[in-house]
C-alpha cells in the first residue's frame, strides 16, 4: 500500500473547498462595497447610459461568481488555504489609489493633486498593478497598459460616451481648435495604439535566419 493512498481530501466537515469558501467570501464583500459606493449614482438606461450602470452590473456579476465560490466551497473538495504573499493586494491597492485620486484631481490640503484623466491615471494604474506578480516585466506591462488605456478611452468616451476626463485640459489644448472633443478623443486612442505597436516591433526579438538550431540525437530511435 502506498503512503498517499489513505490521504484525506483537503476539505473536512461542511467545508470542502476552504480556498474556494474565502474567495467566494472576498469577491462577494468587494461586490457589496461597489454597489455601496455607486448607490448615490444615476444608472441610466441602455440608451444614455449613467456614470452608475456598467460598475453597478460588473459589481453584481462578481457577486454572482463569488456566491458560486462558496456553493463550490461547501459541495466540491477543493485546496486548503495556503499562506499568501502581500505584495499583491500592496501593490493593487496603491494603483486604485492612484487612480482614484489623478483621474479627476482634488486638493489634499495644501497638496493639489493635478487631474491627469484616463490618458495619465490609466496607463501607470496598470503598471503598478502589474507588479502585483513577481514575474512582471516592464517592457509587457508597458505595452498592455497603452493598449488597454487605448481600448478603455473608445469604449467608455466615445461608444459609451461617460462622463469620466479623458485628459488633462492642458493636453487639449494642443490639438487644433477646430477639432471635436470625438476628434481628439479618437487620434488620443490611436496614437496609444501606435505607440504600444511600436514599442513591441522595436523591442520584440527575432531569431536570426542564420543561427543554428541544436537538435539532440535521439539514441533510442529506431530501435524496438
Given at each position: 500500500m502506498h503512503a498517499g493512498a489513505d490521504r484525506s481530501p483537503a476539505g473536512r466537515g461542511v467545508i470542502r473547498g476552504p480556498q474556494?469558501?474565502?474567495?467566494?467570501?472576498v469577491l462577494v464583500a468587494l461586490a457589496l462595497f461597489a454597489l455601496w459606493l455607486t448607490s448615490d449614482l444615476p444608472q441610466g438606461t441602455l440608451r444614455a447610459m449613467g456614470p452608475a450602470m456598467l460598475p453597478r452590473w460588473l459589481a453584481v456579476g462578481v457577486g454572482l461568481c463569488g456566491l458560486a465560490l462558496v456553493v463550490i466551497g461547501f459541495t466540491h473538495d477543493g485546496a486548503p488555504l495556503e499562506a499568501f504573499s502581500l505584495r499583491g493586494p500592496v501593490f493593487v491597492g496603491i494603483a486604485i489609489v492612484w487612480f482614484g485620486m489623478t483621474i479627476r484631481g482634488f486638493s489634499l490640503g495644501p497638496l493639489p493633486v493635478p487631474q491627469l484623466g484616463l490618458l495619465g491615471a490609466g496607463p501607470i494604474a496598470m503598471m503598478i498593478a502589474g507588479f502585483a506578480t513577481a514575474e512582471a516585466r516592464f517592457r509587457d506591462l508597458v505595452i498592455l497598459a497603452l493598449a488597454l488605456t487605448c481600448f478603455c478611452m473608445l469604449l467608455f468616451g466615445d461608444l459609451l460616451n461617460l462622463p469620466i476626463p479623458m485628459y488633462p485640459q492642458t493636453f487639449a489644448d494642443l490639438y487644433p481648435s477646430g477639432w471635436s472633443s470625438e476628434g481628439r478623443l479618437r487620434a488620443t486612442a490611436f496614437g496609444l495604439a501606435v505607440l504600444a505597436f511600436?514599442?513591441?516591433?522595436?523591442?520584440?526579438?527575432?531569431?536570426?535566419?542564420?543561427?543554428?538550431?541544436?537538435?539532440?540525437?535521439?539514441?533510442?530511435?529506431?530501435?524496438?
Amino acid at each position: 500500500m502506498h503512503a498517499g493512498a489513505d490521504r484525506s481530501p483537503a476539505g473536512r466537515g461542511v467545508i470542502r473547498g476552504p480556498q474556494s469558501l474565502v474567495s467566494g467570501l472576498v469577491l462577494v464583500a468587494l461586490a457589496l462595497f461597489a454597489l455601496w459606493l455607486t448607490s448615490d449614482l444615476p444608472q441610466g438606461t441602455l440608451r444614455a447610459m449613467g456614470p452608475a450602470m456598467l460598475p453597478r452590473w460588473l459589481a453584481v456579476g462578481v457577486g454572482l461568481c463569488g456566491l458560486a465560490l462558496v456553493v463550490i466551497g461547501f459541495t466540491h473538495d477543493g485546496a486548503p488555504l495556503e499562506a499568501f504573499s502581500l505584495r499583491g493586494p500592496v501593490f493593487v491597492g496603491i494603483a486604485i489609489v492612484w487612480f482614484g485620486m489623478t483621474i479627476r484631481g482634488f486638493s489634499l490640503g495644501p497638496l493639489p493633486v493635478p487631474q491627469l484623466g484616463l490618458l495619465g491615471a490609466g496607463p501607470i494604474a496598470m503598471m503598478i498593478a502589474g507588479f502585483a506578480t513577481a514575474e512582471a516585466r516592464f517592457r509587457d506591462l508597458v505595452i498592455l497598459a497603452l493598449a488597454l488605456t487605448c481600448f478603455c478611452m473608445l469604449l467608455f468616451g466615445d461608444l459609451l460616451n461617460l462622463p469620466i476626463p479623458m485628459y488633462p485640459q492642458t493636453f487639449a489644448d494642443l490639438y487644433p481648435s477646430g477639432w471635436s472633443s470625438e476628434g481628439r478623443l479618437r487620434a488620443t486612442a490611436f496614437g496609444l495604439a501606435v505607440l504600444a505597436f511600436g514599442i513591441f516591433l522595436a523591442t520584440h526579438r527575432r531569431r536570426p535566419a542564420h543561427e543554428p538550431i541544436d537538435v539532440v540525437p535521439d539514441e533510442h530511435a529506431g530501435t524496438v
